[in-house]
């Protein structure tokens, strides 16, 4: 099978795809893009979505799983704003979710449950449905194949850029294209949460293959990410196909794990560049523990160290304070010996056997100086391993989210 | 029963305890208190600990554990220093621990099991025993019953003030004190972490009951409190009862409640004293969830907000942002229906039934900017409450801990 290739391009680069933005005045900063429509031109469109965990949901996220499933999968536009999380906005929020899939349904003509929603901002104000009302027929009329590049930028909302990947391939001569737009910052944990994310690909394939598909590529990419700990009431991740290739994806086929890694490879430089652009963060860090006695040792290691505040400071601080570390592995709930543990800085050892390695302490600066480092845990335990990406926790992030709201 | 009345007073106030601190060079700054001695003089001295649950301990946590072991229960003298924690230190580490403890057995002519020891400071950082060895005998010396204040500056790292509590109360005609001085700041979290406690009575109470009644204390105060969610390798809260008030705490008598109330009203002030100086803290919070279905569901709610950045840096920037709080605790795990609950800072409602209360801005940037505030989730579901004690989230905090070991 060829490979994927990252190429330029955005969310209507797949064949069948159109999109637009707008600013409809919902973001405070006057003419910020708030606003954007991606439309499908294809009925057979498949769609799958994966949805936040937390009990208290925001209404698009409720008016969206309702709609996937009325419409076994299937969708032709999305629609979503910025500015305003429509969470915490009780039954006038859940209404504006519905008038928006309404009015977008009617601007397409096509059927409601055919749209999806999404929301990201500020939880428990209300949000004013006559902004997007008014909105939806102009983005409908604008929407295009041309450059969908300001859908990236009109999710944004702490987002300090845009995050966009585009990646091609070939199936049996057929071109095959994936893109995908998400926004992150803060509120960023174990289950995606406050992270939006569209996927869309010109692939045949049929809902249920893609959800299974997508529900893999979210485990190793958006729920190995952590910024600071909290999981919000938006997150959601949405994949279209439009099936306009005439090649398909076909379960039990090589072209099955073929678009896994395609799309697992997506998820992954999306979920990389969340963490990079984590709140007030400098450095994007990968926590890799390595030789756990079981994975999910592994997994409580690795998501202690990369949720520590100690460890994070120490990191912005560009201190090499391993016991830290070892600490923070030392509360997760895992077993291993303290004794047998070694801890890395990219390739520098700072702890090894649980002690002090004797490193040399302006080379640790310098590695813990770079943009994106890793930080490796070695138990000597057993065979299972773990990744988990995080970025350093700066004052900037106490500044960015003491006064988020006012 | 007579209350426990709140008195001045230091740790050597209950009968039969001397104490002593000194600038032993562990600590950078010259001069700085960082090594200090507490002694009781009668052989029947009662003492119990509570120690991290944390995989990786320090040197002097395994040592004092065995120490109360091996003496049944028994304890003549503390030992404890400030500036190095310690901990992943290896054999030499242990050495060191061991050592302290046999100088001071040898300065007072006790046996080295009738001696406990504690650390805190950087971990990792090699311990230099030759600076605490050389300071042990005139420390011993210098042992007086009059002014032990000095120890509760002798144990302070990032904390900005001492911490202290003296109550005293009768029983049976006799007076009966409870000291004790504690040390917290960063690292506090679920399980008694960073932090280190000491307590004195002149009470006459069995190893047995003081140990009982230590572990409901900590279970009402230490372990309700959060600073940054990390837990430490160090973790210590100690209890000595000298017996030499004549009148005895007896189970199964209504002597022990009373013990019992005073503990708890110390650790309880202590523990507050602590989250007021969390590192960087402006701002004591405490977190009471009301209504919840279980005290399991109650507990783990105030944890999550207790423990959550986003709204520990709303309360930092005064910011109202009940959204995030009801979020916390839509991911804490625990069953309740988000259009129950109500949201309060002390008495003002921000939240009703999951929907903001419309509430006065200028209100709530008031009650936020109070030094000691309370926010309080109702959820009418059922009986059960909790209550955690955290702090505001700012920008000091990370500025003290990017750069603690270097």
Not at 101 to 106: N, S, V
């Amino acid at each position: 099978m060829q490979k994927w290739q990252a190429i330029d391009g955005h969310l209507a680069t797949p064949q069948g795809f159109r999109a637009a933005a707008t600013a409809a005045g919902i973001k405070k900063a006057a003419g910020a893009l708030d606003l954007a429509m991606v439309a499908s031109e294809s009925a057979r469109t498949s769609a799958a979505g994966m949805f936040t965990t937390n009990l208290v949901v925001a209404a698009p996220v409720e008016v969206s799983r309702r709609h996937l499933e009325e419409s076994h999968g299937r969708c032709r536009a999305l629609v979503v704003n910025s500015g305003n999380a429509n969470a915490c906005t009780g039954h006038p929020g859940l209404r504006t979710a519905e008038e928006t899939a309404r009015a977008t349904a009617k601007a397409l003509s096509i059927e409601p449950r055919d749209v999806l929603v999404a929301s990201t901002g500020v939880i428990g104000v209300p949000l004013k449905s006559e902004l997007i009302l008014k909105a939806i027929p102009g983005l409908a009329r604008s929407l295009s194949a041309e450059d969908a590049s300001p859908v990236a930028r009109a999710i944004m909302t702490t987002d300090t850029f845009p995050k966009c990947c585009v990646l091609r391939s070939e199936l049996k001569g057929h071109a095959i294209h994936l893109a995908g737009i998400a926004k992150g910052a803060g509120m960023i944990h174990p289950r995606m949460a406050t992270m939006l994310c569209f996927i869309t690909t010109d692939a045949a394939i049929g809902p249920r293959t893609l959800e299974q598909i997508l529900r893999s590529a979210v485990e190793g990419s958006f729920n190995c990410l952590t910024v600071d700990g909290d999981t919000s009431t938006n997150d959601t991740v949405l994949a279209l196909a439009s099936g306009l290739s005439s090649a398909a994806v076909v379960p039990g086929d090589e072209s099955r794990a073929w678009f896994q890694a395609g799309l697992d490879e997506l998820c992954q430089t999306l979920a990389r560049m969340i963490a990079r652009d984590g709140e007030g963060a400098k450095k994007l860090v990968t926590v890799e523990v390595t030789g756990a006695r079981t994975p999910s040792d592994a997994d409580r290691i690795a998501r202690a160290i990369a949720n520590s505040p100690l460890v994070k400071t120490a990191i912005a601080g560009s201190d090499p304070n391993w016991g830290r570390i070892l600490c923070a592995a030392g509360y997760s709930g895992a077993k291993f010996d303290p004794y047998k543990v070694d801890v890395y800085i990219n390739a520098l050892a700072l702890c090894r056997k649980g002690l002090d390695a004797g490193f040399d302490e302006a080379a640790a600066k310098k590695e813990l100086g770079q943009k994106e480092l890793i930080l490796r845990v070695e138990l000597h335990e057993g065979p299972a391993n773990a990744r988990i990406w995080t970025c350093d926790f700066t004052r900037d992030y106490i500044d960015i989210n003491a006064s988020y709201r006012t």
